[in-house]
């Protein structure tokens, strides 16, 4: 088989995006998926007959739009849908917190609960933008390496710079959104639970931790930076689920040359005298390759698929202790019916039901379900956020009938006393529906069927490590020029030729691209000499 320029592992969104631009360039690349169909975890399955949704990854707002752009997304039929309304808190006492379609529809939803937090709503969110347009302008930089040369030297000044350009009261905010917990921020901004809920939600998603744990700020900063349609800040839906903006990516990338290989699982990378030449597939073959770059979690990579002794042991030391679990527990469900929420006045209407709709009414019933979960394996009363897409996308569902994608939270990736999640994912689920019929009655009645995505569950399919949404924590040890690990922060690895492209790189985890645009932009420089 003939020598590959760039072999790519794994044909996640993050590879295709790499496989693209790598491809502009006139490189010859090859994606290995071990799948039957690319996109990792931004996929849409049929999971009930005549019922398909978005099976793990399930609402976009962080795809940078500089890859929309330049990968021609738009051209091959993707087309993203806004939220009219971002969220919708279910309460005690018969009552409801919406955030509006504007600042000033929120301010009002606001006002109901307290005057004091309408009031103070939009300085909060000029704060939370000033942050996060220091972080947006980061997002497709390469992180200098701690030590490097004249270039990482050079990028260290220029994130200086954007601080510089800060006022001292900014940076102050900038520091705590990244150390601090986002439970004593919001405490600090707001007085009602909901209103902070609303809010701390963002700080828990995919985060297996306390909305009091330090360093949850980020997590949740790191869910406000994206956009949808231009509009920043917002959440939408893909026409076609998730899998809508993967295929396009595939389509682009086979548009441009690459051949992507599916059925194709890499059992190891080869190298020779420092320096990679290839991998190894599950079924024997070999394929030659300049450079490799792995889209996989940096675990998976470095602890499975690399020969130990190619490693210096201290990073192979730092490998293994990078943490990985995100505590979530994921389903789908086919539904005879929409659901009706007992909160929710009949002048609301169903425009509801478009919206993010969270069962956390409060950060102490968020920390509650992670102290649940650490002691006895999941939350009593779980954190769940349900989407219905199908009232948007009638693509997705028979007539009259609808899907909803269900993101569950506290459950610990690791159960107490050696049980596996497949001896309990049934029970559990019948916990998740309950707690959802609680609040919407009838809503039980109305499951047809569902697709149940454990920890374990998530990890065997997607190779998601203890379930981690993001391809490993967005702990503060785990960001930026540190992510995996300090002197591989440029998206090269140690092992010469090999580098990586996946969501365990900067910026992180989501659906952005962005970890794909900039490592094919390092591989391209390190073999052509050229930079975008």
Known sequence: ??????????????????????????????????????????????????????????????????????????????????????????????????????????????????????ERLPAYYTMLDKVADVLKA??????????????????????????????????????DLFTKSAGDLLDDWFEHDAIKAVFGFDSIVGNFAS??????????????????????????????????????????????????????????VRTRDGRVTGVVLANGDELEADCVAANVNPKLLFLDLMEPEQLDPDFLARMRRFKCGSGTFRMNVALSALPRFTTTPAAEGDQYLQSGIIIGPSLHYMEQAYFDARSSGWARQPIVEMLIPSIMDDSLAPPGMH????????FNPELPDGRSWDAVREQVADLVIDTVDAHAPGFKQCVLGRMILSPLDLERKFGLIGGDIFHGALSLDQLYSARPVLGHGSYRGPV????MCGSGT?????V?????????REIISDLRGVRF
């Open 211 to 268: 909305p009091y744990t330090p360093g949850s700020g980020y997590v949740l900063l790191h869910h406000v930076f994206g956009e949808v349609n231009g509009k920043a800040g917002q959440w939408g839906h893909a026409i076609g689920g998730m899998g809508a903006i993967t295929q396009a990516m595939a389509a682009e990338a086979r548009a441009r040359g690459v051949d992507i290989q599916l059925d194709a699982a890499v059992s190891k």
């Open 138 to 175: 980061m997002i497709l930089e390469t992180p200098p390496n701690l030590g490097g040369g004249l270039k990482d030297l050079w990028q260290g000044i220029k994130v200086s710079n954007r601080l510089r350009h800060l006022t001292m009261a900014e940076r102050r905010d900038v520091m």
């Open 496 to 499: 010469r030729g090999l580098y």
């Open 512 to 520: 952005t691209g962005a970890p794909g645009h900039n490592a094919a």
């Open 1 to 118: 088989m003939a020598k590959q320029d760039v072999i790519i592992i794994g044909g996640g969104h993050n590879g295709l995006v790499c496989a693209c631009y790598l491809a502009a360039a006139g490189l010859k690349v090859k994606v290995l998926e071990r799948r039957p169909v690319a996109g990792g975890a931004a996929v849409t399955e049929e999971f009930h007959p005549g019922f398909r949704n978005s099976v793990a990854a399930y609402t976009v707002s962080l795809l940078n739009p500089n890859v929309i752009h330049d990968l021609n997304l738009e051209r091959h039929g993707l087309r993203v849908l806004l939220r009219p309304y971002s969220n919708f808190l279910p309460l005690p006492g018969n009552n409801y917190l919406r955030t509006g379609a504007t600042l000033e529809e929120t301010r009002q939803q606001f006002a109901r609960l307290s005057a004091r937090d309408a």
């Open 506 to 510: 900067h910026p992180g985890g989501g």
């Open 403 to 410: 899907v909803a994608s269900l993101f569950c939270q506290h």
